[in-house]
């Protein structure tokens, strides 16, 4: 198995992740948690399989730094679209992660990396990478699909041949992700060079909601309640991913 990019699936995936109430819940859970934690002064921020740049150019907008990295030509073009049209700028550099630590200037304040680990080949791998570009007083901004969520949708589902099999990845032209990640693994193999300060659960309620009730809810009240359920000891590790903030130790 080797790592996932989306040459061909840039547009679809788009409208898959950010045309609707799960990309807009994204995107609130991760911006109010880097809110809340980052330095208030402009930072030099790394985000790693950029996409879209949706992250990146809420960076910007706030006076960052930022250069995004991207191994999927269509992908790093829309992005360069969106920052086109807000007038911002940034450095673009079409890349695999395997080769930033030679091509970029490190350290950085920030580095970005969000729903990344769980399309490739070897998960662990990026993580010296990380710390390697990563300031020795700067954050590491970890978002990951997990794994507890997406065993407990399966056991409310009824799908317990899947469960019994292990059988969690997608295949294909799918988009689920390739390796959902186990948090306590993670942990695991981070607990050597980072220390994990902060943790939050993204879409800790909206996925399990039957459709109609989806469907029937107010987005800016999906919202809300997300960001307010977001590190509920009870519900956080539900989240379909989870966002873990760390600092180097």
């Not at 809110?35 to 030099?44: G, M």
């Not at 019994?164 to 050597?192: I, V, Y």
């Not at 980072?194 to 009730?213: I, K, L, N, Q």
């Amino acid at each position: 198995m080797s790592d996932r990019h989306f040459d061909a699936l840039a547009t679809r995936f788009a409208e898959k992740i950010y045309g609707g109430a799960k990309g807009a819940i994204r995107l609130a859970v991760l911006q109010a948690d880097l809110a809340e934690t980052l330095p208030q002064r402009p930072l030099r921020v790394l985000d790693i399989g950029a996409g879209l740049g949706h992250m990146a150019l809420w960076l910007a907008e706030r006076g960052h730094q930022v250069t995004l990295a991207e191994p999927a030509q269509p992908m790093l073009d829309g992005a360069r679209q969106r920052f086109a049209e807000a007038g911002l700028a940034a450095t673009f550099i079409q890349a695999p992660w395997q080769d930033l630590t030679e091509r970029l200037e490190a350290p950085y304040d920030l580095v970005v990396c969000h729903a990344v680990l769980e399309w490739l080949a070897e998960p662990a791998a990026i993580l010296p990478a990380l710390r390697r570009l990563t300031a020795d007083d700067g954050w590491l901004s970890l978002a990951f699909y997990n794994k507890d969520a997406l065993v407990y949708r399966n056991l409310l589902k009824g799908h317990f041949r899947k469960l019994r099999k292990a059988s969690f990845a997608g295949e294909g032209q799918s988009l689920t992700p390739q390796r959902p990640l186990d948090p306590r693994e993670l942990a695991a193999q981070l607990h050597a060079d980072w220390r994990v300060e902060s943790t939050s659960g993204v879409r800790v309620f909206h996925d399990y909601m039957p459709a109609e009730f989806q469907a029937k809810a107010d987005p800016a009240d999906l919202i809300e309640m997300e960001l307010a359920h977001r590190r509920h000891p009870a519900f956080a590790g539900l989240g379909r991913y989870l966002h873990w903030l760390c600092q180097p130790r």
